[in-house]
C-alpha cells in the first residue's frame, strides 16, 4: 500500500513540475481584471510604430514575443488581442456566403423581371468584401487604456 501511495504522489509532484506554461499576463489594475494568454496562441499585436503581427506567438529571452520569426519587445506593443483560427475561418466564411445569397438572389429576381432587385447586390458585395477582410469581435487590450502585459509561468 505504500507503495501505490508513494508511486501516487510521486506522478502527482512530476506533473505539477512538468506542467508549468508560459504566456502573456495581461492586468487592468482600475478595474481589477486579469488574462492569461498561453505560448502558441494565436494573437494580433499592433506596436507604437503601426506594424502589425498576426500569428502563434512564442516566448523569447528578455520579455520578448517571437511571431513568425520576427521578435517584438513587450515595452513596444501598442494592443493585443485573441485571434482563433476556428473562429476566423467561421467568421470569414459565414459572410462571404451571405454575401453570394444576397448577390444571387437580387439577380435571379432580376431577370425573373424586376430590375430593382440589383440593389440587393450592394449588400452583398460588402457581406463578400468584409468576409474576405475576416473579422475579429474579440476584445483588445491597448496599452492606451491601462493595460498592462507581463511574461509569466502559470503553474495549473
Keep these: 500500500m505504500r507503495k501505490i501511495a508513494f508511486f501516487t504522489l510521486s506522478v502527482l509532484v512530476v506533473n505539477l513540475v512538468l506542467a508549468q506554461e508560459q504566456g502573456i499576463k495581461i492586468t487592468n489594475p482600475s478595474v481589477a481584471k486579469e488574462i492569461f494568454i ?3 496562441k494565436r494573437v494580433k499585436i499592433k506596436t507604437f510604430e503601426g506594424e502589425k503581427f498576426s500569428g502563434r506567438f512564442s516566448i523569447g529571452d528578455n520579455n520578448v514575443l517571437i511571431i513568425e520569426g520576427t521578435t517584438i519587445p513587450l515595452t513596444d506593443i501598442q494592443e493585443i488581442k485573441r485571434n482563433p483560427l476556428l473562429l476566423s475561418i467561421f467568421t470569414s466564411s459565414f ?5 453570394s445569397i444576397a448577390s444571387g438572389v437580387g439577380v435571379l429576381i432580376a431577370l425573373l423581371g424586376e430590375p430593382a432587385a440589383l440593389l440587393l447586390t450592394i449588400p452583398g458585395a ?3 468584401y468584409t468576409g474576405l477582410k475576416s473579422p475579429n469581435f474579440l476584445r483588445k487590450f491597448k496599452t492606451e487604456k491601462n493595460w498592462t502585459f507581463e511574461i509569466i509561468t502559470n503553474y495549473p
Design 38 to 40: 498561453k505560448e502558441n
Design 95 to 99: 459572410f462571404i456566403y451571405l454575401g
Design 126 to 128: 460588402a457581406l463578400v
